[in-house]
């Protein structure tokens, strides 16, 4: 059984370096001008040596960005192959128009023009402020200057290179054996910072050194980031530039088929896990963690369905925030989501300890479930005992006064 | 065009007299002791002196309280008559299991013991702290001084006797003029305070003198609540109490059948509006009323589940509250809403500025968005531009650190 934050006792090793940890990879990152500060790295450049295998997952909000419109077109055009991924921070090149649109097509051309392949083999992701224009002279520069500064242990500035007001960079890697041989899955993100007033985005890469066939990565990436990148909420916002790649070298020489696909899930699985639960802890305002599992329910739609309603309460999260063990806002977010099942038959644990049974509150447990949520991780279990033994957990932050402050200050 | 705390030019003639201003209606309350404070009113009852036509709307939330069930079941049990309403504040008496059932028929049984009619002629709602059992001995001995109170001039007394952390009673009343003659429509609600952890519920009661069908008083009820109180969020969260009921006591003369059916919905939708408007004023930590209005959408409800997307989006309520012109959180709120429309067509204007059209902002505007959002009273007005002439208002309030500090103070 996963722990709060999602780990099991059976994690594949970590390693070091991040997304170029997996053989066959190169990250070049420079500050090229669009974040104010100089020393702000804001552009990176993630190379592989050869053609990679490639998949990608886009937001789903009508308004998408120009780096996502360009990127999802140039994944469907080859197929699933790719050399590349430009990424800028700073700047979301969002609602920006035809000319975002050209900007977005120049980053791939000028990032394929600097090594040789097809505008379409370069992916091109942004994030940043909403409704600006992108400084394309200074990207196409920083573009060129990074190419220079590929290296294969580039992985950790690259990491930097894509966070917007982040408090921290995501990155992570794991080592997984198989009989065939090892091979390393790598990867890092970004959160949805938005200290900045119309920050966007989540952006998560991964980078894996096994060999897997386009269509194959793309159901293993679709698998792992339903109960990672997607079971995660810091205020239930979609926004215009969310983007998921991963990319596979082949480089280890272990090739993933229907036998050794599982490795290749658990390695995603286990990088995409830590990068989303991190995403939630640096979470705009967070101080707290919460996983909220739901079981007992008739279906793991059911079971998601209840449990991203709890974990998009404010009722719930601002309690949590107290480290109040308020039982009955959980029963009435979880009555509320939609899903049908027997209140008298549904239980609420909190840090382990049973608050709600039988339709009615254990109140002399509630000071041992208040002791828990002082932590800095905590758990809400709930079952529907709905006659089912489908779960599910997201994860999501607490909600602060500072979330207010940090999305309330006038834009400047 | 209705304004955007939703008068509009017509409104009909305001009244005094709140919930007791439509003849052949009594209320008398008082403070039986189920909140702490010596001179705070927690109990009412609503009479009518004659059996009335009664209808009401429930939570969908599964989480139901004990009143609710028993108000439920006595509606279909006479088919939509009643004499009474009983109701409590500061207990919500909800997750009180079998023990809340047998308190939630007893508060009907001894209200129409005292007023000699039928138990199921007595509706029954509480609002306050959940999972709480009712101190049920004083709320039978504040029944039986409540009757001896009762007086036609009681309204304002029953909307306070209804507040929990409300900071104002809400109570309105109109008159409508007809070629049969006139009558009058009545009102009171309270919100979701919420301010002590796990306080539940929106109540609303409206009453009257027309004579009506309990049908027709059903669907015209229904029709109201639409755009009124159903077209309110504060946080989003639906509680385990919700109740609307109205009463019609006929005591006019005036009858309602097809061709008076308008003016009993405008009187209806007047008192209601006033109502609902009011509830998030009075919501937590609010300091701005926000009307989110849609228009151009395909069907009604494109339009209001858009509006309810922007209306509940935490960033566009922060950004309210910090008098920030954001219009591209309410472009990438409205393109998470799951209706399918062309952002290209879509246009936003905050306070009738202009600010988004043809994909692109129009920053020169923003200083004068900005100065509308310094004041209490805010307009977001969107449209789809998807071909339709469907429109819908949902009213909300702005997301503030009070509503934090509020909510996530520990439960004392």
Known sequence: MADAAGSTAAAPPAVAGGVTAPRGFQAGSVHCG??????????TVLVCDAPASAAALFTTNLAQAAPVTVSRHHVERTGGA???VVANSGCANACTGETGLLHARRMAEETAAALGCAPEQVLVASTGVIGVTLPIDRVVSGIRQAVGRLSHSGGAEAARAIMTTDPFPKEHAVRIDTARG???????AKGSGMIEPNMATMLGFLTTDAQVPPALLRTALQTAARDTF????VDGECSTNDSLVALASGASG??????????LL?????????????????GEGATKLIAVTVSGGQSVDDARRV???IANSPLVKTAVHGADPNWGRIVAAAGRSGVVFDI???TVHVGGTLLFEHGLPHDEAAPRAAEHLQGRTVRIDVSLGAGGTASATIWTCDLSAEYVRINGEYRT
């Open 254 to 263: 272990v090739s993933i088929d229907k036998d050794t696909y599982p490795a």
């Open 230 to 233: 997607n079971a995660i909420t």
């Open 344 to 346: 008298g038959r549904m």
């Open 307 to 309: 449990a991203r309603t």
């Open 34 to 43: 669009i974040k104010a500060a100089a020393s702000a790295l804001d552009l």
């Open 82 to 84: 790719a050399r590349a």
């Open 266 to 282: 658990e390695g995603l699985l286990a990088v995409s896990r830590e990068l989303a639960v991190a995403i939630v802890r640096g």
């Open 182 to 188: 090892s091979f390393t899955v790598g990867g890092m």
